[in-house]
């Protein structure tokens, strides 16, 4: 089965700063990977798929760019709303892993 | 717009059963793959199971192989899930998610329950 990897596992920031989440699956998975969201007591939103396409309604300031094994989830300028946790998933076959999160909390 | 309510969670003793329902509504049900997400307390996300739009083809994690089983109900627009023989480690809230193709073959999550919680103890 693919492993994702996602680091780091939590980090702290402040409301303008910018934010990089790294997502590594264990082989090459082509752009099949997806950024979901999620906030506390609230199911996942998907934010981002294909690597970096986002899906629509969700701001410019995410981004999301890789192929192969290595991908990133960048967050321009990051605002009130958007501390949540971070996922990442592969869609690369069956079964489809996710990563084991990053928390982004107010530092 | 799209909506998914999960219901049928709660306690159940360790080698119990216990059926999971998703009411789905907002798109033409029978034209997409669903599938199941379970999220143990405080930790991440594990997908457990997906099913075809018509139902013929099924995948299932290790971890619930031969003991959960998903399925549908196209006429009425429902998603199923039954577990049986469960575990401690089954204690999740179960999401019920719509699929959506991306590519040749590829799902993604494209849209997520609220979400029901399973726990099972004595």
């Known amino acids: 089965a693919i492993r994702v990897t996602q680091s780091p596992s939590s980090l702290s920031a402040s409301t303008g700063d910018r934010v990089t989440v790294t997502c590594r699956a264990s082989q090459a998975i082509s752009d099949y990977l997806a950024w979901y969201q999620q906030k506390p007591g609230k199911p996942p939103k998907l934010i981002i798929y294909?690597?970096?396409t986002l899906q629509p309604g969700v701001p410019s300031r995410f981004s999301g760019s890789g192929y192969g094994t290595d991908f990133t989830l960048t967050i321009s300028r990051l605002q009130s709303e958007d501390f949540a946790t971070y996922y990442c998933q592969h869609y690369y076959g069956y079964p489809r892993t996710f990563g084991q999160g990053t928390r982004v909390e107010i530092k | 717009e799209v909506q998914l309510a999960e219901s049928g969670g709660g306690l159940v003793q360790p080698g119990g059963s216990l059926k999971l329902s998703c009411a789905a509504s907002?798109?033409?049900?029978?034209?997409?793959?669903l599938s199941w997400v379970r999220q143990a307390p405080g930790t991440g996300l594990e997908w457990v199971t997906s099913i075809s739009d018509s139902g013929t083809t099924t995948h299932y994690a290790d971890s619930v192989k031969g003991r959960f089983t998903i399925s549908r109900d196209n006429s009425k627009d429902t998603l199923f899930l039954h577990l049986t023989n469960v575990r401690s480690e089954d204690t999740a809230v179960y999401f019920c998610a719509k699929d959506r193709t991306i590519g040749v073959s590829g799902q993604i999550f494209e849209s997520w329950g609220q979400g029901t919680l399973v726990t099972v103890s004595s």
């Open positions: 294909a690597a970096s």
């Open positions: 907002g798109f033409p049900f029978n034209t997409y793959g």
